[in-house]
Structures are given as C-alpha cells and as structure tokens.
C-alpha cells in the first residue's frame, strides 16, 4: 500500500502527541539473526519522536478480529527522531512475534501509544554503567549504548549481554563497531554454548556471581540497568546484590515481553462477585467488571485501549484518572501519593468498589 508523506521543513516540523496520535507506518523490516527481526516506525504525517533511551512503545497489532496489544522497547537512538526502531525475537507458538515476522512488511500501518516506560539512565551526576541483557532484552539498553554514541559524550560502560549460542547475540557486529570508536565502552558477551562457532574465544555458560566479578570487578561502584527474561533478571539482581551493589544502584525493566508473549496466554479468569458499571469516558465504553477482578483484566478482555507493562502496580504505565467512584488499590510503588491524592489510580492492581468513571 502507498504511504504518501507530508513534505515538512525544519522550522515547521509536527511533534508526535502521545495522547493524540497513535497511527504508525512501517517504514523497514530488517533480518537481525535467524529469528530476530527489527522493524522501523514513522508517523505518517512526519511527525518528530520525543523519547528517552530505555522507553517503549504499546502496539496494537491486526492479528486477529480483536487484534492484540504488545509492548516493545525502542532499540533506536533518541536522536534518529524522525522514526524508532523496535527489535522483536520470534517466540515459538507466540502469537504476535509470529504475526510480526510472517506478515508486517514496509508501507503496513499499525496503531501505536508512546514513549512509556521509566527504564531510563539516571540524570546528573555521570556515574559509571553496567549494562545487562538476556536475549532480546538487549534492545533497551542498546537504546542507551545508541544513545551515548550519538552524544560523544565521555563513558564508562561495560555492556553484558547473555544469549544461548553466538549466533543469538543481537546487535553483535554493531557493538563491536561501536566498542571500537567509544573508547569507555567493554563488551562481554556470555553464550551458553559454542553451538555454531565451535571457535568460539570467550567463555561460555551462564550468568553467575563468579563470572560477574571476573568480568566486572568494580561492579559495586556501577548503577547497573538490567532487561531480559524475568528468571535472567532475578538472577541479575540476585548477583548484583551479593557483589555489592545497592538497591539504589540497581534498575531493571519492569515487563518481560518473552513472557507477555508466550503462546496461549489469556488474561486469568477471576472469580466473579458483585458486578459494577466501569465507564472509560474518553473511548466511550462501559464494562461490567466484577469485584473479584482488576480494572486491567477487565479492560483487556473488553478491548478497552490501555497501556500497561508491568501489570503488578510497579511501572506505572497504566496510570489513569478516577473521575468518580472508588476502588481497592494494592500498588507496590508505581504511584506517588500525591497522585493518588489528585485522583489518580493504577488499573493493573485495583478492583472496584463501586461504579466506575475512568478517563481513558
């Protein structure tokens, strides 16, 4: 299908409005390894992207009469504002990778809500990274890498990433590229196997604290950024806390798409209870949702458009305005009480107590 792009000069280029704008057109599909794939986004209109290193994005993909949501983190550098790039590994029986890599193609049309996501570097004082990745947990803190690049600004980073053999590690020729001319950069890439590359020059098996201090003795004096597979970043966060570094010092990205997109998962039944009237105003649409059941699993099963991540009262992503009624919310962190205080309240981790007007 033919895209036509306004032609916009620089003094009067448009800025994509997150809470307005949400259709994308892919501008390029490109072969990472044998089963990861990225997939380049622009706005139509030629809209201008504002994000931080480390966000994502909440797609809703035409893969079947309902389509499905799925969020991606941006891979692309925060300055390449004229489009993002998301990198996606195909899942075995998943339903939207598989859709993704068989079917989107350059010229194809999505809808789209972003940036969201607060995986972000920590601003002020310039303290000394340690990156960590598993699989395609990678694409965040590539962002980051992509972004300190594009900067030329002074680092002291040391970028881990952990795949199952050499030919699934992502982004591998361009880190070493990018190693070469940033001249705080150190890679350590930890395959499980030599499966493929027999010649393998490093060490092989699995994150540990022996091989984290061997890698990175001066891990205590890192902020450490973590993403990857849920049980990965455990081990991560176990390791890092044994080698030193504080709770302060340690961040990790608080969704696992790997596991968000496994085959066959569905929202979990709830038990019903007394059923409430739940209105989103904006989208003009009313649920009937069980006390027995959160706001999100509701909106989800009734294809109410509403980002969310981390669905346990973590991120923040699904943060929205309680116009009226009240509800049981059980955050762990993800809202500040002054927001609560002002109305606001997390879907994800909140049940009604009574009738419902929510802004969305």
Not at 3 to 25: G, K
Not at 77 to 83: E, I, L, T, W
Not at 264 to 292: C, R
Request: glycine content about 8%; charged content about 20%.
């Amino acid at each position: 299908m033919g895209i036509e792009f306004q032609q916009l000069t620089r003094a009067d280029t448009a800025t994509w409005d997150p809470e307005q704008d949400e259709t994308l057109v892919c501008l390029d599909v490109h072969q990472e390894t044998h089963d990861v794939k990225s997939f380049t986004f622009a706005s139509p209109e030629g809209k201008r992207f504002n994000f931080d290193a480390g966000q994502y994005f909440l797609f809703d993909f035409p893969t079947g009469s309902d389509g499905e949501a799925r969020c991606y983190s941006i891979a692309s550098s925060p300055h390449r504002r004229n489009a993002f790039t998301v990198t996606v590994k195909r899942v075995p029986g998943g339903k939207v990778s598989n859709w993704l890599h068989d079917n989107l193609t350059a010229g194809m049309t999505v809808k789209g809500q972003g940036p969201l996501g607060h995986f972000m570097r920590p601003k002020g004082e310039k303290k000394k990274l340690l990156l960590i990745s598993g699989g395609s947990g990678i694409t965040p803190v590539m962002s980051i890498t992509r972004d300190l690049a594009d900067q030329y600004e002074a680092t002291d980073i040391v970028f881990l990433h952990a795949a199952r053999t050499p030919s699934d590690l992502i982004f591998r020729q361009e880190l070493a590229s990018l190693a070469a001319r940033m001249k705080g950069l150190r890679l350590q890439f930890l395959p499980e196997t030599v499966a493929g590359e027999p010649s393998w020059p490093g060490l092989t098996g699995r994150i540990s604290p022996e091989f984290v201090r061997l890698a990175v003795p001066d891990i205590a004096e890192r902020v450490v950024m973590c993403c990857g597979p849920a049980p990965f970043m455990a081990a991560a966060r176990s390791i890092s806390a044994v080698l030193g570094v504080p709770p302060s010092d340690y961040i990790e990205e608080s969704f696992d798409a790997a596991v968000i997109d496994q085959p066959g998962l569905d929202v979990e039944a709830q038990p019903v209870g007394k059923i409430y009237q739940v209105e989103f105003s904006k989208q003009k649409k009313t649920l009937d949702v069980s006390a027995d059941q959160t706001v999100l699993a509701a909106a989800k099963k009734g294809s109410v458009r509403l980002p969310s991540s981390c669905s346990n009262g973590v991120c923040g992503t699904c943060k929205s305005k309680l116009v009226s009624g009240s509800v049981e919310m059980n955050h762990h962190g993800g809202i500040r009480q002054r927001e609560i205080d002002a109305g606001m309240f997390l879907p994800c981790c909140s049940k009604p107590l009574s009738d419902l007007v929510i802004e969305r």
